[in-house]
């Protein structure tokens, strides 16, 4: 393959008369230009060979096509490739050429077939597939439509009803599910795939099979009414959950006009939608989240040294509450063996039922067996000394942050556990140097950051050391992986990564509240923003207990920078904690059903009068922008610092953490992606201004005010960053 070109396809033409085309673009033959002409060429000289009576479409080493190729748009987004003419893949091509021809095509799938993968299966006469090949039109995930006419062919094949779920929700069907739907012709095994697709190909010359054409399909199509009302109602659900994006009704559109209009006219408004997608900023926010997501395993120094993860056989935990028993739930579903230690015989019962109602309530709801559910507890065992720990390969200590007590487990461990095994903390805020203190082994202490739930949320933050080695990193990475965690690999330091990001924002809240904002008004302007919930509701769900502990661990860190407010201590005092006593910011009934409290005003008040505030009449009328402007440029600040002093290695690598450590909306690109959607300058200028007003906890950094002062962008490569990796 001449290496500027990305993939090929190649064709072999059998003495059977079959001509079967083979796509080649590893690792999943995704569909790039260069993929698509060649497969217009094989087709042009298929169709044209008199020793050709049908095509097979499959894709090499055992998957079908993972789609059109992803980069391609970015490279459209740049300008550092043309786009083709409207309508020219998907109409000429696809369908004028491949669906239209003389000679009929089948598409043997093994593996999957997704995107334009799908779309380009749906042009041909049948589709065959091998066991548990995945199928799907994942495209609105990208922020992109189906443009290969899979808004036209999917709903004709399966119905709208099927279809609509299939495309809004991105998620795929397997091959036994997508044959009861008719969109797969016939279910083989792998070795089987190409002569029965070969057998099917001639026997549709023949006509001993149908020769179906998707597009002209119309018997799975509900009556125009009745299709009307689904697509009416289909849009009143995307608006509430997507509300701040374009494409999914644009995708609508596109789907109506063909169901009204007829499939013809559906393609070219497709084709038409599908190209004005590709400049929305939110389709350039979850393009550029697709490949930092992936990026995040790739980490300079570490991944390129042809290191081998090690087996993982057996993990403890040490400490069964809340994140303890998440992170054992995680493992033992992906059936890790694990030992899970407590102080006394209540906490572990406690701990292990902890973990035991993680898997019921999946019992409950169907996504687990009974017998998946015992197998799977059975992987877990209790204990309440260090005995069994001789023959463990990883520790996770999940204790409360206290320093002291942190630093004597860690010093235990190294007495009972094999020279080999790592020991990693839980820990959210606590610098690991200070863990590690009393431990020599310090080239295998780790940071293994998980998120509550831990058996729930994506991210796990890996924070390495000056003295963590490269091997230790690979292993968590690869048991990342596996319990299918999305890691991000960063340096030691306070609150590491996501609560160092995530401080300001809380922080800049509490400082508006003091000075008149209302922080009802906040919290709804931050959901509409794209955050699952506002920072008051977020407070109430964390619990005051763990704000004021996070708080003081960077009032002791960063006290230059921090916000003291006492609007929580004071609320707290008065044993109102957050949503587990049902009274915070908000107050909760049986359902735990938030709303606003008048009595709030109250601690405002007096926590105003302590830090000596003043109601600020800007400030109390702050617009939405304003109140995004003021809680998120702190946040773009902290992460200038976290990305200047080398904690993150690269910007990308804070996007993923902010969308999935913080929930910061995807398809704005993540917080530096979003920032320099903004621009540099404008944010430095606008902290600037509010630290000459309202103090230093606004003051931007050297690092956003050099990048500021020249407009450049936030996400270029830092050059000689202070590598604390
Ligand atoms: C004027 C008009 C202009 C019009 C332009 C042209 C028209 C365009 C119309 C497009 C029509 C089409 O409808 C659009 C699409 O098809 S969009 C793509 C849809 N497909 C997907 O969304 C699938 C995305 N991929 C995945 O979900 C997964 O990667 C997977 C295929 C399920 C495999 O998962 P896994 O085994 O876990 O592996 P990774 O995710 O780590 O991926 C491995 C590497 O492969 C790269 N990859 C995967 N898919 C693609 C792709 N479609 N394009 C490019 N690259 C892809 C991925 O980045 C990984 O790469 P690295 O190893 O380098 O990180």
New binding site residues.
Partial sequence: MDSRTKGKTVMEVGGDGVAVITLINP??N????DVLYNLKSNYEEALSRNDVKAIVITGAKG?F?????????SE?QKGTMK????????IDIITDLLEAARKPSVAAIDG?A????L?LSMACHARISTPGA?L????L??G?????G?TQRLPRLVGLTKALEMILT?K?VRAEEGHSLGLIDAVVPSAELLTTARRWALDIVERRKPWITSLLKTDKLPPLGEAREILKFARGQTRKQAPNMKHPLMCLDALEMGIVSGPRVGLEKE?EV??QV?SLDTTKGLIHV??SQ??T??VPGVTDRGLMPRKIKKVAIIGGGLMGSGIATALILSNYPVILKEVNEKFLEAGIGRVKANLQSRVRKGSMSKEKFEKTMSLLKGSLDYESFRDVDMVIEAVIENISLKQQIFADLEKYCPQHCILASNTSTIDLNKIGERTKSQDRIVGAHFFSPAHVMPLLEIVRTNHTSAQVIVDLLDVGKKIKKTPVVVGNCTGFAVNRMFFPYTQAAMFLVERGADPYLIDSAVSKFGMPMGPFRLCDLVGFGVAIATATQFIENFPERTYKSMIIPLMQEDKRAGEATRKGFYLYDDKRKAKPDPELKKYIEKARSISGANVDPKLVKLSEKEIIEMTFFPVVNEACRVFAEGIAVKAADLDIAAIMGMGFPPYRGGIMFWADSIGSKYIYSRLDEWSKTYGDFFKPCAFLAERGSKGAPLSAPVEQARSRL
Avoid: C, N, W
């Fill in positions: 690792p999943v995704s569909l790039s230009f998957k096509s993972g789609g059109f190729d992803i980069s391609g748009f459209i786009e083709p003419k409207v309508g020219f893949i998907s999957l997704l995107g334009g993968g779309e995945q799907g039109l994942p495209e995930q990208l992109v439509i189906p443009g290969f899979g991105s795929p084709a599908g190209s590709i697709f490949f992936r990026g395993v790739k």
